[in-house]
């Protein structure tokens, strides 16, 4: 199935993830590949959405301008590689808050699906991610997930656990792999 939409969660799928956070614009560093593979979604005429936890806002680690900063970054460099964001959510609560869109609760997931018009249809959507978060979040949502091995946690440990959710789950090593089977299934 060639989805109308993908939603990519940010650290570790399109940038590489760091366990202390990525708190300023110079860290903010793309996976090889990883814009490249967006343009060629774009290009391909798929709605691209970003949906990513960021609780170094609430947890006060960076302000409001050093996140826009770096999404300014990040949104610059995938324009320049040819690729298009149309939608991002992110959730700025830490993991005590109890809020409804921190995944793995999937209401940035929902939200995506009405901004990009698809509330209807979230089987025609894929999301891409690198924990179990993203597929708690996504199946959640009644969104097929797709894994990519780019983040920083144990690859082999969040596939098991992502196959008790979705037992024909794809993974795949990064990003530019897994839109390269994505685009295959088009032609």
Same mark, same amino acid.
């Given at each position: ?56 806002? #609430?947890?006060?680690?960076? $302000?409001? *301008? !050093?996140?826009?900063?770096? =999404?300014?970054?990040? /949104? %610059? ?51 891409? #991610?690198?924990?179990?978060? $993203?597929? *708690? !979040?996504?199946?959640?949502? =009644?969104?097929?997930? /797709? %894994? ?40």
């Amino acid at each position: 199935m060639i989805p109308k939409a993908v939603l990519l969660d940010r650290d570790g799928v399109i940038n590489f993830d760091s366990p202390d956070y990525i708190l300023a614009p110079d860290q903010w560093q793309p996976i090889p590949g990883s814009l490249a593979a967006i343009a060629r979604l774009h290009a391909a005429g798929i709605a691209v959405g970003i949906v990513s936890n960021q609780s170094g806002l #609430g947890r006060g680690m960076m $302000d409001q *301008q !050093a996140f826009n900063d770096i =999404h300014g970054k990040m /949104m %610059l460099a995938i324009e320049q590689a040819g690729g298009f964001i149309s939608h991002i959510a992110y959730c700025p609560h830490g993991p005590d808050d109890q809020c409804d869109c921190r995944k793995p609760e999937p209401g940035m997931v929902f939200d995506s699906l009405a901004a990009l018009a698809l509330s209807e249809q979230p089987e025609q959507v894929l999301f891409i #991610g690198d924990s179990i978060r $993203d597929v *708690q !979040a996504a199946h959640a949502a =009644h969104v097929p997930a /797709m %894994l990519v091995q780019s983040g920083y946690g144990d690859a082999d440990k969040i596939l098991q656990k992502a196959r008790v959710l979705q037992p024909d789950i794809e993974f795949y090593a990064d990003l530019a792999e897994a839109v390269v089977m994505i685009l295959a299934e088009k032609s």
